[in-house]
């Protein structure tokens, strides 16, 4: 059985409860300490280590603005010494300092994950190595990603996925170069380093949008070069049928909820995109999709045929009075507001929400 995760006031509400019951005679104290075991307390940021992590970030900071502000005047035999040795120093004492002081261990290794990534585009300026912009952050990243593995932190690998979705997006709209191949290796490894984190909500939605950002730049990348004329529809048809597949895969509990609105999502944007290239049976059936999913207790579904309507609700401003499309548009809020209301009365689906 998977361990339900809640708050620590959740967890103390709990077992205060459960006191109670024991005290009554309902329940006997093994039968408590059983049913307190079926809970997991999250973990979380503390007075302490927001302190530090603010003070990590100065002090890269003023590492960095102090070596720039005199990188004039230093030579690079002892600029690159000093990149080095602050690299290394910070890393070491994290790792000496992880078991007595275990915050302030992992403040220093987030130093050096900034050091780290000064030191690549100061040494790219030092000795005029000629890389693109993209590279430097993916050398960043799996700098990154290293140390989000030895660390198991979650603050690292959201910043790891910050770095890659610049590398992915900055080679095919900044330099225009080919497709950053190199996503396809880091991806795999981020999802490893989620699922041993037990998969973190906001890391997981994070992770799982980069995946589909790289999935997105894929398609418009190589469908023209395969295929010629309707490259925008074929591209929406796949990315409208990856929606609806991802909406409905079976993944662990944790990722049910984030998969099924993401995909919703996806296929939702990727439909609304499609009634302009495929008129009348295609928006007519996807209408008909939506509300089986209303009937079935999707929530979501209902945020997107309101968005399918307020697209031609737009285009209906040409030919209709404005007060009557101000009508059309009111009501039909209204009634899906009352649908949205009757779904959450009978408690909607367990997983969308």
Aim: a positive charge; proline letters at 2%.
């Amino acid at each position: 059985m998977v361990k339900k995760e809640i708050t620590k006031k959740q967890f103390e509400f709990l077992e205060q409860e459960f006191t109670y019951l024991q005290n009554g005679g309902t329940i006997s104290e093994e039968e408590k300490k059983k049913m307190l075991a079926s809970y997991h307390v999250k973990a979380s940021l503390s007075f302490v280590s927001i302190l530090l992590a603010i003070g990590a970030v100065l002090l890269g900071l003023g590492v960095l603005t102090f070596v720039a502000s005199n990188w004039m005047y230093i030579s690079k035999g002892v600029k690159f010494l000093l990149i080095i040795a602050c690299l290394i120093g910070v890393n070491v004492a994290g790792v000496r300092w992880e078991t007595r002081f275990p915050k302030t261990s992992r403040s220093l290794h987030y130093v050096g994950i900034l050091i780290f990534g000064a030191g690549i585009f100061l040494v790219e300026q030092m000795f005029n190595i000629s890389i693109n912009f993209n590279s430097s952050f993916l050398l960043w990243g799996i700098g990154a990603i290293c140390i989000g593995y030895y660390l198991k932190d979650t603050i690292v690998l959201l910043f790891t996925s910050f770095l890659l979705f610049v590398y992915l997006n900055g080679s095919i709209f900044l330099d225009e170069t080919s497709y950053p191949l190199a996503i396809i290796i880091l991806l795999p490894a981020l999802y490893f380093l989620v699922k041993q984190l037990n998969y973190p909500r906001f890391l997981s939605f994070i992770v799982n949008g980069l995946t589909i950002n790289a999935l997105i730049l894929f398609l418009m990348e190589f469908v023209p070069k395969l295929v010629e004329g309707n490259g925008d529809t074929i591209i929406l048809s796949i990315l409208f049928i990856v929606g609806i597949l991802i909406a409905y895969i079976r993944v662990p509990v944790k990722l049910q909820r984030i998969t099924h609105i993401q995909g919703h999502l996806l296929h939702g944007i990727a439909a609304i995109f499609l009634t302009y290239e495929l008129v009348i049976w295609f928006p007519l059936a996807y209408f008909l999709f939506l509300l089986y999913l209303i009937q079935k207790g999707s929530l979501t579904s209902i945020v997107i045929i309101c968005a399918l309507i307020f697209r031609y609700y737009i285009d209906s401003f040409e030919f209709l009075p404005k007060s009557l499309t101000f009508i059309i548009g009111g009501l039909l809020l209204l009634v899906f507001g009352f649908f949205f209301e009757k779904q959450r009365q009978k408690g909607g689906e367990s997983i969308e929400s």
